[in-house]
């Protein structure tokens, strides 16, 4: 394997009589060198380090955009109602300062609307004077880094008009907001590469940190995801090596792809004419080359049709270098050990494919036929004056 190539399949073995060497150039790797490795993010050396309870046990803290309902005991309307969380992660009561409610619990937030009523004289020193319940948790804006296709700046737990809670129900307490998770940033972020570590997943809160195994969603055992709130950070360390294990849609990666492709022929002398459409370079993750040939309408046809060949340009995630990677589709098709030849597919790859030597050479007839047949008439002409 080089480290110049993402996937094993990329590079074609001796003996499989596929086409190599122009199209692609390998940086050798040692021998004996490790073909994964694992290495704990740096960053993570200056903050302190929890255990994993500590963000499972506990509801996300509050964030901007959260709707609350406050109840103030004795209160004619004036102050009790429905609140949303400002931007600035702030909430006022009518006709009192504003006080700080994002990163606060609900028990906190409680607390904190009790000792200013008390202190403005318009509440009573009762334990259960306030009482305050969560109506909908609203999206959460993270940072997603690492072994993702998108990393960057996230929203996690966005809803549409439909799904809103509360809206239609009238009063309602309690939300679950299912995709404002470690799981949902990561797939804003364009799901985990097939480099991902998913056992050891970093979930970064102030100056805390904890490691989460996720491997569960992807191999089908346990795992409880971890809601996240507005400031969070997810960091996916990379493992260095192809995992075809999460090449497929899972609540970790995404459902699919956007693919380019391309099969100008003489069959089909633009795009549309081979049927590709914008629907047609949308597959489902986990589509291998050969699939999405298929797709492009490569393969198939007549003899003269079916000797032409491919190219599948990607680009190396771990390193940014391009890969370009040449294939003879019939054999492909044909080999036994076809899965050792074709690539997965990646977001933002781009397949074109090539006529065959017998369509070039009826091309190169065709021209020569075509010249001569214009030449003529100019000689006759030429002849007789």
């Known amino acids: 394997m080089a480290s110049a190539v993402y996937a094993p399949e990329q590079v074609a073995y001796d003996g499989s009589r596929h086409p190599q060497g122009d199209w692609i150039t390998d940086t050798a790797v040692g021998r004996g060198a490790p073909t994964c490795g694992w290495q704990a993010p740096r960053e993570l050396d200056t903050l302190r380090r929890v255990s994993a309870s500590s963000f499972l046990d506990r509801t996300a803290p509050l964030g901007a955009g959260d709707r609350i309902e406050v109840k103030v005991l004795g209160d004619d309307g004036r102050l009790s109602g429905t609140y949303v969380i400002d931007s600035d992660g702030s909430v006022a009561l009518?006709?009192?300062?504003?006080?700080?409610?994002?990163?606060?619990?609900?028990?906190?937030?409680?607390?904190?609307?009790?000792?200013q009523l008390l202190s403005a004289g318009v509440g009573r020193p009762l334990q259960n004077a306030v009482r305050v319940a969560l109506i909908e948790a609203s999206g959460a804006s993270v940072a997603v880094s690492g072994a993702v296709f998108q990393p960057g700046a996230v929203r996690a737990g966005d809803r549409s008009p439909e799904s809103r809670i509360g809206?239609?129900?009238?009063?309602?307490?309690?939300?679950?907001n299912t995709t404002r998770t470690i799981a949902g940033a990561i797939?804003?972020?364009?799901?985990?590469?097939?480099?991902?570590?998913?056992?050891?997943?970093?979930?970064?809160?102030?100056?805390?940190?904890?490691?989460?195994?996720?491997?569960?969603?992807?191999?089908?055992?346990?795992?409880?995801?971890?809601?996240?709130?507005?400031?969070?950070?997810?960091?996916?360390?990379s493992r260095t090596c192809f995992d075809a294990d999460l090449v497929r849609p899972s609540p970790l990666t995404t459902p699919g792809i956007r693919v380019y492709m391309s099969n100008l022929t003489r069959s089909a002398n633009n795009n549309a004419g081979a049927a590709i459409g914008e629907k047609t370079g949308s597959l489902p993750y986990g589509t291998r080359l050969l699939q999405g040939l298929i797709a492009a309408n490569c393969v198939g046809g007549s003899y003269m049709q079916s000797d032409r060949r491919a190219v599948l340009i990607s680009r190396n995630p771990i390193n940014g270098r391009s890969v370009v990677v040449e294939r003879d589709i019939e054999r492909l098709v044909r080999n036994a050990n076809r899965d050792a030849l074709n690539p997965y597919l990646m977001p933002g790859d781009a397949i074109a494919c090539y006529d065959s030597r017998w369509t070039n050479f009826r091309e190169a007839v065709g021209l020569v036929s075509q010249a001569v047949n214009t030449a003529t008439p100019a000689l006759l002409l030429d002849n007789a004056l």
């Open 94 to 115: 009518r006709g009192l300062p504003a006080i700080r409610a994002a990163n606060s619990s609900i028990t906190e937030l409680t607390a904190a609307f009790r000792s």
């Open 167 to 176: 809206l239609r129900e009238g009063a309602v307490s309690g939300d679950d």
């Open 187 to 237: 797939r804003a972020a364009g799901g985990v590469r097939p480099d991902a570590d998913v056992q050891r997943i970093y979930l970064i809160r102030g100056r805390t940190f904890a490691e989460f195994d996720l491997s569960g969603f992807i191999h089908g055992w346990a795992s409880r995801d971890v809601a996240i709130a507005t400031g969070d950070r997810v960091i996916v360390p």
